[in-house]
């Protein structure tokens, strides 16, 4: 079986061998520590589980942007003590020096040992859009009077796939008591729709189900504490999210909506309970009503807004509610920029709906120094006379990395600087290092490289050809739109003066532009608490056209067009 006559030795460890179709092969667990602050919890790695697979397994979620495949680099852990060989993902991502640290990927390490190790900060405290701004802005003071004229109450949540947002509504005259935000710890399993489809059909279904359920009740829990409403008082909520975010939440097959021709279990979820759709039991008895005060009943009516097709979602339904494009004399265009691009364009006789694959980019995912909307992200950029970066960092914290918002401005400077060219083509003194943003706190150089500006222009390309291939279809020029709604985050802090000069918008949309915020949220606690909403989604769902980009010789074209920085 092997030249290597010790390793039959009865101290064998399997886990070392390199004869993996040995008959007696039995690679035993190990124990693995992970300390993250001055926390410590312990975990089993199982077989020939890597590490991220346990941190799953454990609920530990650390972000892994390109679904375990070793392409992005995010889910760094560093080895303590204990034996993970470095793998060839590793070696392309850190340095010599950075190895013999320990630093690993989480998504290829295999424990050979039992053993320690460190993560990285979590990312918990994303700069998480509402409806009206960002809830740290919000801050959402409640309010006792209006609290105390209420008999029952509602909850209105966007599922993004990156976070999540709540707030909590009366349901007599729907105003906002409170509101909540988190991270959709999903994100373990990828950045985009199509890693969570694929890892949905590689048998991870029940763990991506059990990943939002798990984020959803804690979102509720700390909703209702924060604004002291028990749970006994909420009577109905309402959800909004893609069309796969809503697949796995209800733990519908994805098989089908990750080939052609794309369809999907069903765009009308039916309406259930809490107990059903987020496996909500009845509470244990804590006290002497029987009941955990700020705990979601299992009987809370439960209901997810209807989605327009495989890859316009809810979401896109309900920020057309809350834009008014049912009510629309003219034109007007929806545009949410996130991990996926999906734009409508129309009015309320008729409307066109698309989604392009703009990737993670725009939320910091594939870019070298790329994260979320974090304090310490990089935002705001200006490159000076003597083509040094000036920066600003959300929360004014010290640059830990940088953001959609400040790769965009970061573009925008270095083509404003002479720095690069219309092509995405740095200068050759940054060609290879990249360009030299700012230090960390720990004294690392934060650097935009060659092939980051290579992923930003795939994602703008992808989306401005769609919008492009929209005004084509609706037979109209850039003269003919009136509004042009943003909504997302990115939408709301982008200077987009700065999109336009690398090309994502044309520069005729600059005096049109109606910051939309989070129009997911909005138009779903429409649709709980107005009158009428339900009537009025459904027409604009009947009124919306899909326009199908792919294999569109058309969008090709405009795609390889919208690549050049112009």
Request: aromatic share 6%; net charge negative; proline share 3%.
């Amino acid at each position: 079986l092997s030249r290597e006559t010790q390793e039959f030795h009865t101290g064998h460890n399997c886990r070392r061998c390199s004869n993996v179709s040995c008959n007696m092969r039995s690679v035993q667990p190990v124990r693995v520590g992970v300390r993250t602050g001055a926390d410590r919890r312990e975990v089993i790695c199982r077989g020939e589980s890597r590490l991220l697979e346990a941190f799953t397994e454990a609920g530990i979620a650390v972000s892994a942007v390109c679904g375990g495949r070793g392409t992005c680099g995010k889910c760094r852990v560093r080895l303590l003590s204990g034996e993970i060989e470095p793998s060839s993902q590793d070696k392309a991502f850190f340095s010599e020096e950075e190895l013999k640290k320990g630093w690993r990927l989480a998504c290829h390490a295999y424990p050979l040992t039992d053993c320690e190790v460190e993560l990285p900060g979590e990312e918990q405290e994303f700069q998480v859009l509402t409806a009206g701004g960002t809830a740290s802005a919000e801050k959402a003071e409640t309010n006792s009077l209006r609290q105390a004229e209420q008999e029952s109450y509602g909850i209105a949540v966007d599922i993004g796939t990156t976070t999540l947002a709540a707030q909590l509504t009366g349901m007599s005259d729907g105003g906002v008591i409170d509101t909540e935000v988190s991270v959709n710890h999903q994100r373990s399993f990828g950045a985009d729709v199509l890693s969570r489809i694929q890892a949905s059909n590689e048998g991870k279904k029940r763990e991506l189900q059990e990943s939002i359920q798990k984020d959803l009740k804690e979102l509720f829990r700390r909703l209702l504490k924060k604004s002291g409403v028990p749970g006994r008082k909420v009577s109905k909520i309402c959800l909004a999210g893609n069309t796969t975010m809503e697949h796995l939440l209800m733990g519908y097959s994805c098989e089908e909506l990750g080939r052609l021709p794309f369809r999907p279990v069903t765009l009308t979820p039916p309406a259930g309970t809490a107990g059903e759709i987020f496996e909500i039991e009845e509470p244990e008895e804590t006290d002497e009503s029987g009941r955990r005060e700020y705990e979601i009943l299992p009987q809370t009516r439960t209901e997810l807004l209807p989605g327009i097709s495989a890859f316009v979602g809810a979401d896109i339904a309900a920020g057309l509610l809350s834009c008014g494009f049912d009510r629309e004399e003219g034109i007007s265009l929806l545009l949410d920029l996130g991990t996926n691009g999906e734009m409508a364009l129309g009015g309320k006789e008729k409307l066109y709906v698309t989604s392009t694959a703009a990737g993670p980019a725009f939320e910091g995912g594939c870019i070298s120094w790329g994260c979320g909307s974090v304090p310490g992200a990089i935002c705001h950029v200006r490159i000076d006379e003597n083509h040094r970066a000036q920066t600003e960092t959300i929360g004014g914290k010290p640059p830990a990395g940088l953001c959609g918002t400040g790769l965009i401005e970061t573009a925008a400077e270095l083509l404003r600087a002479g720095l690069m060219d219309e092509t995405g083509r740095l200068e050759p003194e940054y060609a290879k290092e990249g360009f030299p943003l700012a230090r960390t706190a720990s004294g690392e150089t934060i650097v935009l490289t060659q092939k980051d500006i290579r992923e930003l222009q795939l994602a703008k390309a992808a989306v401005r050809a769609g919008m492009e291939i929209l005004l084509k279809t609706a037979g109209i020029g850039y003269q003919d739109v009136h509004h042009v709604w943003l909504a997302g985050g990115f939408g709301y802090f982008i200077d987009w003066s700065k999109a336009a000069a690398i090309g994502l918008l044309p520069e005729e949309f600059l005096d049109r532009i109606q910051i939309a915020g989070n129009s997911s949220l909005a138009g779903t606690r429409m649709f709980l608490t107005e009158k009428g909403a339900a009537e009025r989604l459904e027409k604009l769902r009947k009124a919306a056209c899909e326009v199908s980009l792919g294999g569109s010789k058309e969008f090709q074209e405009a795609y390889m067009d919208a690549m050049f920085f112009e």
